[in-house]
Structure formats: structure tokens, C-alpha cells
């Protein structure tokens, strides 16, 4: 059974700085890794999939990399509505998310 | 432009059901891959049920044998029954959609709260 883990639980950044957010799988997900994005009372948003690749309409600004267990999402310089929890999601096996990291404002 | 309602949700009591809905459109169900997700109050995200576009229906563990996932094509609707509901089963269910064989989602609603307390 695969356990996905991220970190950090919380990551405190200050608006325009980069943000590294990391998920690991405790067993290879080859690359089907994808990424949400989630805002207080809001349904979660697509943000990458296949690892790295941006679903449509998402800013340059995030990038998604990684293969096998480790897995890193990007953020080059956080905006106001970058604040948000972020999810990743394995997809090799049957869908599982990982638990979230919320990303505030320091 | 690519829409998903669900409704159907409200307090249910311990081992009662319930089922919810989820109205489509701007896209055929029938044509791609439909789940539902859940997020318990102040929790993370859990996969409940995906129906392919093939018809075939898939479960978590923990919702097998308790829940159905099915679809009516003529309505372009999503459903979810739900028997023998838990405390735990509380949660804001999500309608999802996935246009290609890859289980992640594209596109998701609004979400519709299940409340299973006495």
C-alpha cells in the first residue's frame, strides 16, 4: 500500500519570494504525480500533472518535477492568491492524496 | 464551458442513506472518466468512486459493499448512493471530472455536505 507524505505541514514566505513544496510516495509512482491547489471554502484546482506538466490556464510561475518517490512543486514568486493549501496525488495505483501543506503568508 | 452541481447532501443518521447528485454539463458524462472525492471538516482529500467512460466502477476500500456509483446518461447526471452511513463517512463530497484515461482530476464542483450524526 503506498503512503504519500508532504512537507513541510506548513511553510510560512513572504509574497514575491520562491516556495518548495515536497511529496513523496513510500513506493514508485513512476510519474503519474499531480498537484492541486486549495483555498479556504473553495474546491480544489488542477495544477500539475504527469509530474510537470501545468493544467490549463495555470500561471508559469508553478513548476512540478520529480519521478519515481520524490517530488517537488515550485512556486517562483508567490502572489496574494498563492496562499492556499497544496495537495499532491499519486495516480499509479488507485488515487491517493498526500496531506496537504498550507503555504502562509510570514 | 465545463459545469458540475452536486446536490442531495444533509444530515443523515447513523446507518441511514442517502444519495447525491451531480448535474453535468458543457461535457457528456457517459463519454469520460467521473469520480467522487471527500474532505472530512478540516482534513485532506480521499478518493471515494470512479466510473470510466467504459461503464466499469471502481471503489475504496472502505466504501465497498456501502456505496454505488452510477450515471443516467439521458440526464448527463453523476450519482452517488450511500447505505449503512458512518460518523466518519461526515464530509464535503466533490463531483470530478477527468477527460483521458489518468486518474487525476481536471475538473471539480462545488461540493455538497454530508452530515451522519443521531
Known amino acids: 500500500e503506498i503512503v504519500m507524505t508532504q512537507s513541510p505541514a506548513t511553510l510560512s514566505v513572504s509574497p514575491g519570494e520562491r516556495a518548495t513544496l515536497s511529496c513523496r510516495a513510500s513506493q514508485n509512482v513512476n510519474r503519474h504525480l499531480a498537484w492541486y491547489q486549495q483555498k479556504p471554502g473553495q474546491a480544489p484546482r488542477l495544477l500539475i500533472y504527469?509530474?510537470?506538466t501545468r493544467a490549463t490556464g495555470v500561471p508559469a510561475r508553478f513548476s512540478g518535477s520529480g519521478s519515481g518517490t520524490e517530488f517537488t512543486l515550485t512556486i517562483s514568486s508567490l502572489q496574494s492568491e498563492d496562499f492556499a493549501v497544496y495537495y499532491c496525488?499519486?495516480?499509479?495505483?488507485?488515487?491517493?492524496f498526500g496531506p496537504g501543506t498550507k503555504v502562509d503568508i510570514k | 464551458e465545463v459545469q458540475l452541481v452536486e446536490s442531495g447532501g444533509g444530515l443523515v443518521q447513523p446507518g441511514g442513506s442517502l444519495r447525491l447528485s451531480c448535474a453535468a454539463s458543457?461535457?457528456?458524462?457517459?463519454?469520460?472518466?467521473m469520480s467522487w472525492v471527500r474532505q472530512a471538516p478540516g482534513k485532506g482529500l480521499e478518493w471515494v468512486s470512479i466510473?470510466?467512460?467504459?461503464?466499469?466502477?471502481y471503489y475504496a476500500d472502505s466504501m465497498k459493499g456501502r456505496f454505488t456509483i452510477s450515471r443516467d446518461n439521458s440526464k448527463n447526471t453523476l450519482y452517488l448512493q450511500m447505505n449503512s452511513l458512518r460518523a466518519e463517512d461526515t464530509a464535503v463530497y466533490y463531483c470530478t471530472m477527468s477527460n483521458h484515461p489518468g486518474d487525476y482530476f481536471d475538473y471539480w464542483g462545488q461540493g455538497t455536505l454530508v452530515t451522519v450524526s443521531s
Open positions: 466510473i470510466y467512460s467504459s461503464g466499469n466502477t
Open positions: 458543457g461535457f457528456t458524462v457517459s463519454s469520460n472518466y
Open positions: 496525488q499519486q495516480y499509479d495505483s488507485w488515487p491517493l
Open positions: 504527469v509530474s510537470s
